[in-house]
């Protein structure tokens, strides 16, 4: 095994690196942009160039590629080589600043939303210098040197997904700066979203995935009967990973370690063929860039093991799917965690602070929150028992529910500190015991010292969900600050506020089973949305209330905002078309010409039985039974093509969602219906497809 102190990072261009590498002067002013954001010198930007090629030569690389999050939701890249033609017919590596500041990619063929006639096709890419370059290595041996990259249209305005992540950091930053300043810090220079996501995936094996077109064109499979048994023997979470597994993630943590990705934590999930890899935690826009490259190189690395990662958020119905938990907080520069509540909550002022901005923002955004999770793929999580439902809650534990209703009545606040526990026996050792338990299925839960927004879809980029966290919370800041700014006793003040917000918004509070009917029901009484499917839930993008708040902090103007929810909107009709149309695919040119040749084979017997039997009960009953279900999918699939059809004519955006959801989706799922059963009826030898058994539970071996 290699050793990760020896590869962490090797194919990182890190602040090690440039501090090395770089003259002094360029290196300081290099890092007040990358800490502090302040614009860059272009003759720095000409010299980290240079420093930058040779390292990356050294290391083998000949390309370069301005590497993008358009707003498919993976990533984009262009390489070009490093050759430049001299006068004498030869060629040099060369790399300028200019190249490394700008690229002019053709944005014609990225999704935009409106925003942009196909004719003026002009996109820009711009470096991100917080973001540290990186080569990879292709199967072909060629390097190239990753330059992580914000993309926008010829007016600036934001084609992807980092721009809005980097207006919200600067957002953040000064909102919540003015509020630590008015409750006395005067050390930090700086504060940031740290993240760290939690990401699950399935793995199965290449040559079941290759046999089922669901899974290539869509990413999950649209058919399949459950198997006799799924994940009830709650055998597989956590359980001893197997080799096959086990080589597969020693590989990824290898790649990912070279990176620089501080891949952590690995185990097996709940659902067979199940997974998860947690990173430590980050700045937001590197946890970001980092979370998109897990999801490659899972993807990548599975290739190489013969298996196949699926980032679907329902890959198989009837066992869980996947998610990706945002573990949130916010830090300064000077090392403070503005959600860590100490020893003494009620005297920290700042944390205090942060607690009264969360309620406030999540329980006037909550909408918006909940529409940052909303996909095709999540629609078959959220509120189906394996992750929260789609009503937005916030968990706050026990102590701390507890510190906030006595400072409601106004008490002398006291807080349940953490405390020993002991299990009963002299050998074990006893355990400090955390004073909150925690609560798996809450969409977003105190976890100590940050908050894990767990409603996100394993396939979701990181950046959209604390795009929205860091602006709502900005939003609540700048109206805290702008009241103990004015105020004279900045301690009264901000139990005062804290008291005030609670008060109003701890309907979004909710500490018990998210999972349960009950709560369901009672949060329609405290008023919560609960916008169960996606089409329902990206309506809050379209809302004024969104505009004013995205517009006033700089993070959208009302034009990109309208784009990005058209463009959500189009992503949802084609996933499900798509799905539609493999699920035709798969039914006339798969399953039924299977049940056929069944039945013609088991028609055949039942002449042959007769002769010798006179009777052949038993075969024509099964030959009926069949045919019930066979003369039934057939006339699913033609309803499905009508509804496909009607879907696909339809022009207004808002009514073609409607169709796919209400008759495409669903008449996916009622031929499914038909389909499962059939497959309980066939011999196994006329299925056309690999089962479930085989894909979740052969898969690992
Ligand atoms: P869980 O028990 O919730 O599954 P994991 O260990 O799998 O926990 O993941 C927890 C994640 O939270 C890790 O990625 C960890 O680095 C991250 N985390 C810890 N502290 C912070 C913080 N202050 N800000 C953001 N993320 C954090
Ligand atoms: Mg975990």
């Known amino acids: 095994m290699a050793n990760p102190l020896d590869v962490f990072g090797e194919n990182v261009f890190s602040e090690k690196i440039m501090r090395e590498r770089l003259p002094k002067d360029t290196y300081k002013s290099l890092k007040k942009t990358i800490d502090e954001g302040i614009s860059m010198d272009p003759k720095v930007a000409d010299v980290v160039a240079n420093a930058m090629k040779d390292w990356a030569i050294e290391k083998g690389a000949t390309h370069y590629t301005h590497w993008f999050q358009p707003l498919t939701g993976i990533t984009a890249e262009k390489h070009d080589s490093f050759i430049n033609p001299t006068n004498d017919g030869s060629v040099i590596f060369e790399f300028s600043g200019k190249q490394l500041i ?56 934001a084609l992807d997904k980092k721009t809005p992540l980097h207006r919200a ?21 700086f504060v940031r979203a740290t993240v760290g996501p939690e990401q699950e995936y399935f793995l199965i094996d290449k ?13 999950r499979s649209l058919f399949g009967a459950m198997p006799a048994k799924g994940q009830e023997l709650e055998d597989q979470y956590f359980g001893s990973i197997k080799d096959r597994i086990a080589n597969y993630m020693k590989d990824l943590d290898l790649e990912l370690w070279k990176m620089g990705i501080t891949s952590k934590t690995k185990h097996n ?31 990548k690395v599975a290739l190489r093991h013969d298996l196949v990662c699926l980032l679907h958020e329902k890959p198989f119905a009837g066992v869980n799917g996947s998610g990706k938990h945002n573990n949130f907080s916010l830090a300064t520069d000077d090392g403070i965690n503005l959600f860590e509540p100490g020893h003494t909550p009620q005297d920290n002022l700042l944390f205090l602070g942060t607690i009264a901005a969360l ?27 394996e992750a929260p439902p789609a009503i ?12 906030l209703d ?213 075969q024509e009953g099964i030959f009926a039974n069949v045919t019930k279900y066979l003369e039934s999918a057939q006339i699913k699939l033609t309803a499905l093509e009508a509804a496909l059809t009607q879907a696909q004519d339809e022009s207004d955006i808002e009514k073609k969602a409607v169709i796919y959801r209400d008759s495409v989706l669903t008449g996916t799922v009622s031929l499914r219906a038909d389909i499962d059963v059939l497959e309980t009826l066939i011999p196994k030898n006329y299925w056309p497809v690999p089962t479930y058994t085989e894909m979740l539970f052969l898969s690992a071996n």
């Open 102 to 157: 700008q690229g002019e990619p053709d944005a014609s063929s990225f999704p935009s939303g409106g925003l942009r006639a196909t004719f003026e096709a002009r996109g820009y890419t711009a470096w991100d210098c917080t973001s540290p370059a990186f080569l990879k290595e292709d199967a072909a041996g060629d390097v190239t040197l990753y330059i992580p990259t914000a993309f926008c249209g010829y007016h600036g305005e």
């Open 207 to 219: 040559s079941y995935f290759e046999q089922r077109i669901d899974l290539m064109l869509s990413g």
């Open 406 to 618: 006595q400072l409601e009545k106004g008490q002398a606040i006291t807080y349940k500190d953490k405390t020993n526990f002991k299990i009963g026996a002299d050998t074990l050792p006893e355990l400090p015991k955390d004073n909150t338990d925690r609560n798996r299925t809450s969409p977003f839960a105190f976890t100590g010292n940050k908050f894990e927004f767990r409603m996100l879809g394993s396939s979701f980029s990181v950046s959209g969900p604390n795009v929205a966290l860091m602006t709502i919370l900005a939003e609540a800041f700048d109206e805290i600050a702008t009241r103990l700014e004015k105020s004279s006793n900045a301690k009264e003040e901000i139990i005062k506020i804290l008291k005030e917000f609670y008060s109003k918004h701890k309907r979004i509070v909710f500490n018990g089973n998210n999972y349960s009917q009950d709560w369901v029901k009672e949060a329609e009484k405290r008023g919560l949305p609960n916008n169960k499917n996606c089409i329902d839930a990206l309506k809050a993008y379209a809302t004024t209330k969104a505009q004013n708040l995205f517009e006033k902090y700089s993070i959208f103007t009302k034009e990109e905002l309208h784009s990005r929810y058209e463009i959500y909107m189009e992503q949802y009709c084609k996933v499900i078309n798509i799905e539609g149309r493999a699920a035709v695919e798969m039914v006339k040119t798969q399953y039924i010409p299977g049940v056929i040749d069944y039945t013609s084979s088991l028609a055949e017997t039942i002449g042959k039985i007769k002769v010798i039997n006179g009777s052949s009960k038993v």
């Open 392 to 403: 937005i809650s916030i968990f706050m534990g026990e102590a701390l529910s507890d510190l």
């Open 359 to 385: 309620l406030k923002g999540v329980d006037s955004h909550a909408d918006i929150l909940r529409a940052t999770a909303a996909s095709a793929g999540n629609d078959h999580r959220l509120g189906a028992n």
């Open 269 to 299: 999930e709940v659902a067979p063929a199940q997974y998860e890899m947690a990173p430590i935690f980050s700045f937001v826009n590197i946890a970001a860039d980092h979370n998109q490259l897990v999801m490659e190189t899972m993807q």
């Open 169 to 189: 950091n600067t957002a953040i930053n000064k909102q919540a700066l003015r509020m630590l300043k008015a409750l006395g810090n005067t050390t930090s220079k």
